[in-house]
């Protein structure tokens, strides 16, 4: 059996963490225990307790309990600890590792499985967009919007704008400027000549689109499910690092550009279709170069230290 029982961040982070156990599970042949949803497990029918069970009071005491299983160094061998140094080691494509979980009798995962380390097979990556579908009213608002959305345009571009809590995360190294946004959807918008380009925004933060002219923009349904997946709608998705952008490129294989500096691609060729693999996510917060780089734009920008 594998356990999952930590709710680690926000939304899109706790479904890779729940598709990474659904992914160890498949590979290694073994029953997957999900504690780690929460209450986003309401959102999705799949995942979602029968009527009046309350599934989330017996959740708080199972985790209760592992947590308490941690303090007693002869339970420790059940745990697997995880973070952004050592994920590959732990990828469900890992002969070794899918090895040893097989001759384990329960694994419990700790911490978070970093994206860009870690690989899904396609049977299990068609498997979790199926426990992941979203419910009939989020699907309705969502293709409304996508629909809206592409009313007399050839492409449709989503840009996932996010905002408050950027502008302190990390210093505020990935928090844009609304001019940084307006070259982008400039650069963007000529990589399709003789094409009529619109764009798909969703912020966390209202936002003006007269700042934005002249191009054709409509903003999401500034829901969480609504905003998330009709950007899975679009044809092209473009934002700064996220898993929320990087869950709607996946669940729908459409390409992403994950923009490490506040600058567009130089070309199609730099998206990146996230079907099972992850590289796009990869911060790089730690290549010499890439720190250089950053010490110029950020003079007091430090990487952080993970485990």
């Known amino acids: 059996m594998i356990v999952i029982f930590e709710p680690y961040g926000r939304l899109c982070n706790r479904l ?65 600890q995880i973070g952004w140094r050592n994920a590959g080691a732990f990828s469900p494509d890992n002969p070794e590792f899918l090895a040893q979980l097989k001759n384990r009798s329960l694994t419990i995962i700790e911490g978070w499985a970093d994206p860009s380390q870690i690989r899904f097979s396609p049977d299990t990556v ?26 007399g345009a050839d492409v449709l571009i989503g840009v996932h704008m996010r905002q408050k809590d950027y502008r302190t995360y990390l210093q505020g190294f990935f928090y844009y400027q609304p001019e940084d946004y307006q070259r982008i959807l400039e650069a963007m918008a000529a990589m399709f000549p003789g094409r009529r380009v619109a764009f798909l925004i969703c912020s966390d933060e209202e ?56 600058t567009p691609p130089a070309d199609l060729s730099a998206f990146m279709i996230p079907d099972g693999h992850f590289e796009c996510i990869d911060l790089k917060l730690f290549d010499p170069e890439a720190q250089r780089s950053r010490a110029q734009r950020f003079p007091h920008f430090r990487a952080p230290q993970g485990e």
């Open 16 to 80: 890779f963490l729940s598709a990474y156990g659904m992914a160890l599970a498949r590979a290694s042949g073994q029953r997957f225990v999900n504690l780690s949803l929460g209450e986003y497990r309401y959102h999705f029918p799949a995942t979602r307790p029968p009527r009046g069970l309350p599934i989330w009071r017996f959740h708080l005491y199972i985790r209760a309990i592992i947590a308490g299983l941690k303090r007693f160094p002869p339970a420790r061998r059940w745990f697997v």
């Open 126 to 151: 068609a498997d979790i967009r199926e426990t992941f579908a979203p419910d009939a009213a989020t699907s309705e608002i969502a293709q409304a919007t996508v629909g809206r959305a592409r009313e």
């Open 207 to 262: 936002l003006k689109t007269e700042s934005l002219a002249p191009f054709r923009i409509t903003m999401g349904p500034g829901t969480l499910l609504g905003d998330l997946y009709s950007l899975a709608g679009c044809d092209y998705l473009i934002g700064p690092p996220s898993t929320f952008s990087l869950w709607a490129a996946f669940y729908a294989a459409k390409p992403i550009y994950h923009m490490l500096e506040p």
